[in-house]
């Protein structure tokens, strides 16, 4: 399996504009989590799925962001409109249940200018 | 407060030295535990887990009280290659929303230099 895939891997914007960042979880994962890393918060979970149902999204900062998982192979985060302090490394993860560890992607770093 | 609390450091050492790091998590339904490991712009990998027991992994040790919601880890002979962030991380086995939940803290930076 190729891991967790995450794209872009970078990625530039103009405040106001909408972004939107991809997560393929490895394969056979029931488990599914956004996570947003700054030097100053640490690691924060923003949300996180079981069987693509949304289980805790009280991470999520505001109405600007939302999340998907369609199916079990894909899911989103969006934020619309972007704000400079959105910028950050946004990690996706996925784990199966009778496995606690996580396996991470690679990270989107977003920088919103 | 936050769930999982660390001391950021960073914690500078020299090679050989053994080096300790601490880890308080306020979640009292909190059943299992772990250490990632961060290196510079990349993503978080499992260490190891943490048993109530101890354990212990070649030059790493990790222990946990559950009495004082406390975890630590520990590294003897330090090498340059242990140089990176060390996350502690507690998951929620408890039923209801936060299941399955991980809850990384905010992570510890150590140097290791010759």
């Known amino acids: 399996d190729a891991g967790v895939i995450q794209s872009p891997r970078h990625e530039v914007t103009e405040m106001g504009q909408e972004v939107t960042l991809r997560c393929k979880p490895i394969?056979?994962?029931?488990?599914l989590f956004w996570y947003r890393q700054t030097m100053m918060r640490g690691l924060e979970l923003l949300i996180y799925?079981?069987?693509?149902?949304?289980?805790?999204d009280s991470g999520m900062p505001e109405d600007r962001f939302s999340a998907k998982m369609p199916n079990a192979s894909f899911s989103t985060l969006k934020i619309q409109p972007s704000e400079p302090r959105d910028s950050a490394v946004y990690f996706c993860?996925?784990?199966?249940?009778?496995?606690?560890?996580?396996?991470f992607g690679q990270g989107t770093r977003l920088t919103v200018v | 407060r936050k769930e999982v609390e660390q001391d950021p450091g960073p914690f500078n050492v020299p090679e050989g030295a053994t080096v300790a790091f601490n880890c308080t998590y306020s979640n009292s339904a909190s059943q299992s535990f772990f250490w990632y490991r961060q290196d510079c712009r990349k993503e978080p990998k499992l260490l190891m887990s943490v048993y109530s027991s101890g354990n212990e992994d070649g030059r790493f040790t990790a222990q946990l009280n559950r009495a004082s919601q406390y975890i630590s880890l520990l590294i003897r002979d330090s090498k340059l290659s242990d140089s990176a962030t060390y996350l502690c991380v507690v998951k929620l086995n408890a039923g209801g929303t936060s299941y399955g939940k991980l809850t990384f803290g905010q992570g510890t930076i150590l140097t290791v230099h010759p």
């Open positions: 799925f079981n069987n693509n149902v949304p289980i805790d």
């Open positions: 993860a996925s784990r199966i249940d009778r496995d606690p560890e996580a396996f």
């Open positions: 394969s056979g994962h029931d488990y």
